[in-house]
């Protein structure tokens, strides 16, 4: 009844189960297998076909009048400069634009798959007294479901306001980007006969003065939260350095030293000012922190240091010497205190910008008897030139994304501010509205809450 | 003994002891039995044929599970398997039918593939590589067709081949068309017609691929380490019976941009004769700049 062990039993019996487990394994493995991956990659540089018909007046329409056709045109314009659409023409859509389809369930979408339209924007609007109301829509047409739906509520002259918000969501939930309609430049003008501070849409539109002192601002920066700005003023006689809380419209003096106190630069963490004062001598480069009060001073030479600009970890500061002779740009880090030159071609580089992303840094460099918009490398490598026969283009500016550089030119009588995409493959776009005006020296603001 | 006897009028307990005695004895019984397998508690014969042949024959031992059916079914699954090499007869001969169209088909693909990356002004050596070895096969196929014609001895002598399952078991279930096809679809079917279903089931994927890629609009090349997998089930006719979203890339705005592509690109080709199943489930892997694994 009883065995002895049997070694081959034995071997048998556990054979059994490696048996079974590798039938097992087997079966598995031929289930597991039946489906099979395929990768697709690099979806290339298509834009997004995008149908933008008409915004329709709901009620209210003879008072709208073209504030309707300026809302199509806000975002045409604003979805086109983001680069990432590829906005249908008009003339191609099928459907009565006299139709008052404006929800998932009354559009028919067959209408704008047929035309090749990946995603729709439909929208009306609601004049009642001075109130605004705009219903706005993004639909997949692909899926056929909304993607997006918004009330915005505001006054008349809200309308491109809202229009601009709306162009921001659009391109964040198609592209997981954040959208820049919203953003604002800060410029000089001398339109007045003054040179004042002023503001303007990042389109150059609703243009606001900010200062009105009838004296000479100059070199206008804003704070890493967008709520105030910091700028040099001559209005007490001497160039001091002014802080101005854009929603309180409360005014301060921050730095009054004797001689110059100019190209003053936030740091991104919003405690320092990295600026240029002569105090001491010659112009050199100082830290301030603005709860302290204190200056730390970061350079110490013969020559003239000018420009900061932070690199947006705080750590470095890129800025213009002349030490070695002709103004060149310079790096320093601020945790080793260490030098880095950074351009070695061309007799004047000036104005050093560091972009958003920190990978690249604008600057104007002097060619032939012109300044021209060039970025390079924070290494100071990879030199390119973004102008071409723009007169004199300075003072660069990042976007805050990163893609696009403003920056004032002297092609036209009178300086204006254009937009060039950061990596050139643009056609500089002309911001300065009307040819009478001049406008120089621009500064980005960050994203607006 | 003497105080059992004495107490012999006190049966149950002595029926206790006596029942408690067995069970120990039972238990060393069957505790034994079990560490030293005797046929008797754990005979199954089959079993012991497939460890043998698995030991002694270990480079085929998918064939042993054909032959030890015959004796006693282990489990559905083997039969299942066993069965396979009969069932797949006819389609053996259908496939070879269809292998010059196949292989046309699988050059048309290659070579509008290969004319697209000219444009595009990629690595020229790659693509004559890639041609060589497509030519190659197409010989090699050919051969074979005329072999299998000229005797029919061939062709059962490649039926009666054993089923080269092995292979399968390998399979790599995560399949990237640019490299060497493995294709998990083949079941138990000879070599001859593995290849040729093999190109069949590469042109089909380069169709959905094209088909897809076509379609694809994602404009934000800002964005790069991101992978979305959208699982496909596609009826014989082509028709998109489901999609689903199998892996997120955390980014609506891509995910949605893969969705919409496969949408357009729907309905897709017909599925290839040889495919079996009602329809074919099939994960499309987008990513922005090449997908690696782990992303």
Same mark, same amino acid.
């Given at each position: 009844m009883i065995r002895f062990v049997n070694p081959k039993n034995a071997v048998t019996f556990f054979g059994n189960i490696v048996a079974v487990l590798i039938l097992l394994e087997v079966l598995f493995a031929l289930d597991a297998s039946a489906k099979v991956y395929i990768d697709i990659n690099s979806p290339g540089s298509r834009k997004l076909p995008i149908a933008i018909p008409d915004m329709i007046a709901v009620e209210g329409g003879d008072r709208l009048g073209q504030s309707v056709a300026t809302m199509r045109e806000v975002?045409?314009?604003?979805?086109?400069?983001?680069?990432?659409?590829?906005?249908?023409?008009?003339?191609?859509?099928?459907?009565?634009?006299?139709?008052?389809?404006?929800?998932?369930?009354?559009?028919?979408?067959?209408?704008?798959?047929?035309?090749?339209?990946?995603?729709?924007?439909?929208?009306?609007?609601?004049?009642?007294?001075?109130?605004?109301?705009?219903?706005?829509?993004?639909?997949?047409?692909?899926?056929?479901?909304?993607?997006?739906?918004?009330?915005?509520?505001?006054?008349?002259?809200?309308?491109?306001?809202?229009?601009?918000?709306?162009?921001?969501?659009?391109?964040?939930?198609?592209?997981?980007?954040?959208?820049?309609?919203?953003?604002?430049?800060?410029?000089?003008?001398?339109?007045?006969?003054?040179?004042?501070?002023?503001?303007?849409?990042?389109?150059?539109?609703?243009?606001?003065?900010?200062?009105?002192?009838?004296?000479?601002?100059?070199?206008?920066?804003?704070?890493?939260?967008?709520?105030?700005?910091?700028?040099?003023?001559?209005?007490?006689?001497?160039?001091?350095?002014y802080m101005f809380e854009l929603y309180t419209g409360k005014e301060s003096r921050i730095s009054s030293h004797n001689g110059i106190n100019i190209g003053a630069r936030w740091s991104p963490s919003g405690k320092e000012i990295a600026l240029t004062l002569s105090k001491d001598g010659n112009p050199e480069l100082y830290i301030l922190n603005i709860e302290t009060k204190e200056f730390r001073r970061l350079t110490n030479n013969f020559g003239i240091d000018v420009s900061p600009s932070w690199s947006p970890d705080g750590k470095r500061i890129a800025f213009v010497s002349d030490i070695a002779g002709n103004p060149h740009i310079y790096m320093v880090n601020l945790e080793l205190m260490s030098f880095t030159r950074l351009t070695y071609d061309g007799r004047y580089n000036a104005s050093p910008a560091w972009s958003p992303r920190g990978d690249k840094i604008a600057f104007a460099k002097l060619g032939e008897n012109v300044f021209n918009i060039w970025v390079m490398n924070t290494d100071g490598t990879e030199q390119t030139q973004l102008t071409y026969d723009l007169g004199n283009c300075e003072n660069p500016t990042w976007s805050p994304n990163g893609r696009y550089v403003a920056f004032a030119s002297t092609k036209e009588r009178n300086s204006a501010i254009y937009i060039i995409r950061a990596d050139g493959g643009d056609v500089p776009k002309k911001v300065t509205r009307g040819d009478r005006v001049t406008q120089k020296n621009p500064s980005w603001s960050p994203f607006q809450k | 003994m003497?105080?059992?006897?004495?107490?012999?009028?006190?049966?149950?307990?002595?029926?206790?002891?006596?029942?408690?005695?067995?069970?120990?004895?039972i238990f060393i019984v069957i505790y034994l039995s079990i560490m030293t397998p005797a046929k008797r508690f754990i005979t199954p014969v089959y079993i012991v044929d497939i460890f043998e042949s698995a030991i002694e024959k270990p480079k085929k031992p998918v064939t042993e599970p054909v032959q030890i059916k015959k004796t006693e079914p282990v489990s559905q699954p083997i039969d299942k398997v066993a069965e396979e090499p009969t069932k797949k007869e006819p389609d053996v001969i259908k496939v070879e039918q269809d292998k010059k169209v196949d292989v046309d088909?699988?050059?048309?693909?290659?070579?509008?593939?290969?004319?697209?990356?000219? *444009? &595009?002004?990629?690595?020229?050596? @790659? #693509?004559?590589?890639?041609? !060589?070895?497509?030519?190659? /096969?197409?010989?090699?196929?050919?051969?074979?067709?005329?072999?299998?014609?000229?005797?029919?001895?061939?062709?059962?002598?490649? *039926? &009666?081949?054993?089923?080269?399952? @092995? #292979?399968?078991?390998?399979? !790599?279930?995560?399949?990237? /068309?640019d490299a060497e096809p493995v294709l998990p679809m083949t079941r138990l079917v000879g070599k001859v017609s593995q290849e040729m279903i093999d190109l069949e089931f590469k042109a089909y994927y380069l169709k959905l691929r094209e088909g897809i890629y076509s379609k694809w609009i994602f404009p934000n090349d800002s964005k790069k380490d991101m992978m979305t997998i959208i699982g496909l089930k596609i009826s014989r006719a082509g028709n998109l019976i489901e999609r689903y979203l199998e892996r997120s890339s955390g980014s609506p705005a891509f995910d949605n941009s893969a969705v919409r592509a496969v949408e357009k690109a729907a309905p897709f080709p017909p599925l290839p004769d040889s495919f079996q199943d009602e329809f074919m489930e099939v994960g499309i892997r987008f990513c922005p700049y090449g997908c690696t694994e782990g992303k």
């Open positions: 975002l045409v314009q604003d979805l086109t400069y983001s680069g990432f659409f590829d906005i249908l023409d008009k003339k191609a859509y099928i459907e009565d634009s006299s139709l008052m389809r404006l929800t998932e369930s009354e559009v028919n979408f067959k209408d704008w798959r047929v035309i090749g339209a990946d995603v729709l924007i439909k929208g009306g609007v609601v004049l009642r007294g001075d109130d605004l109301i705009v219903d706005i829509r993004l639909f997949d047409v692909i899926t056929e479901k909304t993607i997006l739906g918004q009330r915005y509520k505001g006054k008349k002259d809200d309308i491109r306001r809202i229009m601009h918000r709306f162009a921001n969501e659009v391109v964040e939930l198609l592209t997981g980007e954040k959208g820049i309609f919203e953003t604002k430049l800060l410029f000089v003008s001398e339109s007045t006969g003054n040179k004042e501070i002023y503001l303007s849409d990042y389109d150059g539109y609703n243009v606001k003065q900010i200062t009105q002192n009838k004296s000479i601002n100059v070199s206008p920066i804003w704070s890493p939260d967008g709520n105030s700005i910091i700028y040099t003023s001559y209005k007490e006689g001497q160039p001091y350095l | 003497y105080y059992l006897y004495d107490k012999w009028d006190n049966i149950p307990q002595f029926i206790a002891i006596s029942t408690a005695l067995h069970l120990l004895i088909i699988a050059l048309k693909m290659l070579e509008e593939k290969i004319r697209r990356e000219d *444009e &595009k002004e990629t690595s020229i050596q @790659k #693509k004559i590589k890639e041609l !060589e070895s497509f030519t190659n /096969i197409q010989q090699k196929v050919e051969e074979l067709a005329k072999k299998a014609e000229k005797k029919d001895t061939a062709v059962k002598k490649i *039926e &009666k081949k054993e089923p080269d399952v @092995k #292979k399968q078991i390998s399979a !790599e279930p995560h399949v990237k /068309i």
